[in-house]
């Protein structure tokens, strides 16, 4: 299994492991975009990885599939309780359960509280504008973009997208991650040249991370699905990666040590030395 990443990019062990480090901080918040049901459950995989979904902020771009997300809530639960799991995700599920029992304990009140807002990863200026709640600080995350061929090219919405992103963070320090695959199907669409340049310009170092957390959530309850609904877990477990976009920081914050290590390295790729 090819955990490398996308053929037009070069992989970082250790930016992989600060990312990891980073979306498993409890103290980060962490905003996902661009929901459908190829990605309903990964926000519920990482809150239960961090013990809470303190700080995770799921949305919702057409408003409708309530019951879909419920569902999806109620099989990771019950997926994750019967399965025979590796002891941290056993440790992890305790105490997510006991965060859930302050909720309410019920799988509505569960898939309300991931699914309360709506956003388009297009316009998250306008987001954060009407949910103050959300701090402008948090990790930004894309995942699987895709869009009908009649709604334009999914390059330009990655495009899109970043330049968004970038009108929030503004400053330094921003992380945006995209999840992508390298599934010839889909990895030609994204044309990572033209991606990488337009993020450059606005400020961002790029990192491919790999898959190895995305793998991780698999573990958690994460379930990939296609958005026509055909079954691609399986088939697509092994092409999932993460690339994170930085903005180099002049001077890193001590008390994010992760943050520091991923900021520093987009200061050595950049070339602009730390100070």
């Not at 790999?210 to 991780?216: A, Q, T």
């Amino acid at each position: 299994m090819d955990l490398s990443g996308s053929p037009h990019t070069v992989f970082s062990a250790d930016a992989a492991k600060a990312l990891n480090d980073i979306l498993l901080d409890k103290t980060r918040s962490v905003l996902f975009v661009g929901e459908q049901a190829n990605y309903r459950t990964l926000p519920l995989a990482l809150g239960i990885a961090r013990g809470s979904l303190n700080g995770v902020f799921a949305t919702y771009y057409e408003k409708g599939g309530e019951a879909a997300r419920l569902q999806d809530v109620v099989s990771v639960m019950q997926l994750l309780e019967r399965r025979d799991s590796h002891p941290d995700v056993r440790h992890a599920l305790e105490e997510f359960l006991t965060y859930l029992s302050g909720l309410g304990d019920t799988w509505q009140t569960l898939s309300d509280h991931i699914y309360a807002w709506k956003a388009d990863a297009r316009y998250l200026p306008r987001f954060f504008e009407e949910h103050p709640e959300c701090p402008k600080d948090a990790v930004i995350w894309f995942e699987s973009p895709w869009r009908q061929r009649r709604e334009g090219p999914v390059s330009e919405l990655l495009c899109e997208f970043i330049q968004s992103a970038s009108e929030v963070q503004e400053s330094s320090g921003g992380i945006v991650i995209l999840g992508t695959s390298t599934n010839m199907a889909y990895s030609p669409e994204y044309k990572w040249d033209e991606l990488v340049r337009h993020a450059e310009q606005r400020g961002y170092t790029h990192f491919d991370c790999g898959g190895s957390f995305v793998l991780r959530m698999y573990d958690y309850g994460y379930y990939h699905r296609s958005g026509s609904g055909m079954p691609v877990h399986n088939a697509l477990r092994g092409s999932m990666i993460l690339h994170a976009f930085v903005k180099p920081r002049s001077k890193p914050l001590s008390c994010f040590s992760c943050t520091c290590n991923l900021t520093s390295l987009s200061h050595q790729q950049s070339g602009t030395p730390v100070l």
